[in-house]
């Protein structure tokens, strides 16, 4: 069993940046699988956003790469996206996953809107 709540979302203009927590519990992030950042747009499917894994490699979609940031902090147990050089595409919900052998698990979701 995993609970996962985000934070730290909010209204920035373009060009901006914000910093998402994902504060996990229930379990170490260093016994997940693999810790994500996915987002939803109005009227788009959720789509990955970045990872990264037990062993600490991380991942990124091509849209966000050398923009954004996943960390970790393995004694406070949260995991962390850095966006900076934020454009309005990049408006949506943004939700924290913790990726098991037995079940995805998902928090409640951060709005992040990027103004032009």
């Known amino acids: 069993q995993v609970q996962l709540v985000e934070s730290g979302g909010g209204l920035v203009q373009a060009g901006g940046s914000l910093r998402l927590s994902c504060a996990a519990s229930?379990?170490?992030?260093?016994?997940?699988?693999?810790m994500g950042w996915y987002r939803q747009a109005p009227g788009k499917q959720r789509e990955l956003v970045a990872t990264?894994?037990?062993?600490?490699?991380?991942n990124y979609a091509d849209s966000v790469k050398g923009r954004f940031t996943i960390s970790r902090d393995i004694i406070k147990n949260t995991v962390s996206l850095q966006m900076n050089s934020l454009k309005p595409e990049d408006t949506a919900v943004y939700y924290c996953?913790?990726?098991?052998?037995?079940?995805?698990?998902w928090g409640q979701g951060t709005q992040v809107t990027v103004s032009s």
């Open positions: 229930g379990r170490s992030i260093l016994s997940i699988n693999t």
């Open positions: 990264i894994t037990s062993g600490g490699t991380t």
């Open positions: 996953n913790a990726h098991t052998i037995v079940y995805n698990y």
